[in-house]
């Protein structure tokens, strides 16, 4: 199991950070990654983090996002910066046994976090 903690509301060119936390066998040796879905659009991927390798980032979040896996509270941390009105959707965390190129794919979801940002 997964849960996300963070997301809020912020202005343009403002900072979050999200957490995605879980147990450690998951942490370990499974792929994690951060989703996310605006209205009326598909979800889609933002950042996601095989067992011992680097992140994986969507071109519209690379350079502004950044995705680290925090040892000591088994979690995925997601540092937003940046943030454009574009960014705002319900980011989900997700995780499974690999890293999938279709986010339907991944077995377990969070129940999400709202991110707003406002121009």
């Known amino acids: 199991q997964v849960h996300e903690s963070g997301g809020g509301s912020v202005q343009a060119g403002g900072s979050l950070k999200l957490s995605c936390t879980t147990d450690q066998y998951t942490f370990d040796y499974y792929c994690m990654g951060w989703f996310r879905q605006a209205p009326g659009k598909e979800r889609e991927a933002v950042a996601t983090?095989?067992?011992?390798?680097?992140?994986t980032y969507a071109d519209s979040v690379q350079g502004r996002f950044t995705a680290s896996k925090n040892n000591a509270n088994t979690s995925l941390d997601l540092q937003m910066n940046s943030l454009k009105p574009e960014d705002t959707a319900m980011y989900y965390c997700a995780e499974d046994f690999r890293c999938w190129s279709v986010p339907s794919r991944y077995r377990d979801w969070g129940q999400g976090t709202q991110v707003t940002v406002s121009p």
């Open positions: 983090v095989a067992p011992h390798e680097s992140p």
